[in-house]
């Protein structure tokens, strides 16, 4: 059973950076696709960047520009770099993957058990 595992989360003041990073415990971190999300108190879980194993990136609005997503291949690791932070931002950020097992487009699906990012004004 493959578990991801996030982490980089932490306390910064507006306007600060972090960047977060997720591992796969299998010897190779493979996916189709690769996401990360976040939830903040009360609020539904949403998309906030992902990227397929083709490198294709996509954002949503709300963090265009500030937020990149990438891949450490020396760290075998999928990493979020959040720049520009602001309260708004503050949320429980999971690292989420899709493969596809068969040809009939069957995926496995795996989250992380997500790491807090708080940003203080």
């Known amino acids: 059973q493959v578990q991801l595992v996030e982490s980089g989360g932490g306390s910064v003041q507006a306007g600060g950076s972090l960047r977060l990073s997720c591992t796969s415990s299998?010897?190779?971190?493979?996916?189709?696709?690769v996401a990360w999300y976040r939830q903040a108190p009360g609020s539904q879980r949403e998309l906030v960047a992902h990227?397929?194993?083709?490198?294709?990136?996509d954002y949503a609005e709300f963090v265009k520009g500030r937020f990149t997503i990438g891949r450490d291949y020396a760290k075998n690791a999928v990493y979020l770099q959040m720049s520009n932070l602001n309260p708004e931002d503050t949320a429980v950020y999971y690292c989420?993957?899709?493969?596809?097992?068969?040809?009939?487009?069957?995926?496995?699906?795996?989250w992380g058990q997500g790491t807090q990012v708080t940003v203080s004004s």
């Open positions: 989420y993957t899709e493969r596809v097992v068969n040809v009939e487009g069957a995926t496995v699906k795996h």
């Open positions: 299998g010897s190779r971190f493979r996916f189709d696709r």
């Open positions: 990227m397929t194993s083709g490198g294709s990136t």
